[in-house]
């Protein structure tokens, strides 16, 4: 089983609508956990960190669950420019260090 | 801030070839990370430094690949001889401590022909 598991889609949604992708993880010793968006032919840019209490930022809403392994990502009111893939990528301690891992990504193609 | 700044943007070279691949990190960030991304396998973490000194190399591929940090401000990936099955965006990650999130270059795009 790999570390970190997507749903590579492509997940394709009109404009308006709502969409969510999970991303599981093996280690249940994981401690943080973030969303990061990848442009195609560009890096990946930070969009938000995954807290245990669930988290907002405007359109878009991230949770943890850590009994079931797995933290998901909410886009309300889809817009074009949210077309991207989404990567998650999940942290955990490694011989006092952090090993971070990055899922293969889900793309997000949004449709007029 | 300038960002994480890696240069060549693009590198096109023939096999058996020497190629350097640079990066300097975001001032007072003190982990930087080198990954290459490929269709096929995504983006794998080939080596990282924290404070300069490399802390996990177990995914360098194999002995034509070594990097090196020098210094806080300057990091080089080096592969030598370069073959075909290099040919993937190599890109340079800088955080400020762990836990936190990274902030990414914008690539350099090796093509090994």
């Known amino acids: 089983r790999k570390e970190v598991e997507q749903d590579p889609g492509p997940f394709n949604v009109p404009e308006g609508a709502t969409v969510a992708f999970n991303c599981t993880y093996s280690n249940s010793a994981s401690q943080s956990f973030f969303w990061y968006r990848q442009d195609c032919r560009k890096e990946p840019k930070l969009l938000m960190s995954v807290y245990s209490s669930g988290n907002e930022d405007g359109r878009f809403t991230a949770q943890l669950n850590r009994a079931s392994q797995y933290i998901s990502l909410l886009i309300r009111d889809s817009k074009l420019s949210d077309s991207a893939t989404y990567l998650c990528?999940?942290?955990?301690?490694?011989?006092?260090?952090?090993?971070?891992?990055f899922g293969t990504g889900t793309k997000l193609q949004v449709i007029p | 801030d300038a960002g994480v700044i890696q240069s060549p943007r693009h590198e096109v070279t023939e096999m058996g070839q020497e190629v350097t691949l640079r990066c300097k990190p975001i001032?007072?960030?003190?982990?930087l990370f080198w990954y290459r991304q490929t269709m096929m396998r995504g983006l794998e973490l080939l080596i990282y430094f924290n404070n300069n000194v490399p802390i996990d190399d177990s995914g360098m591929p194999e002995d034509r690949f070594s990097a090196k940090m020098p210094n806080a401000s300057f990091s080089t990936l080096k592969i030598q001889p370069s073959e075909p099955r290099d040919s993937a965006v190599y890109f340079c990650a800088s955080r400020v401590r762990q836990g936190g999130g990274y902030t990414f270059g914008s690539g350099t795009r090796l093509t090994v022909v």
């Open positions: 001032s007072g960030h003190n982990s």
């Open positions: 990528v999940v942290n955990k301690n490694s011989g006092g260090y952090q090993k971070v891992t």
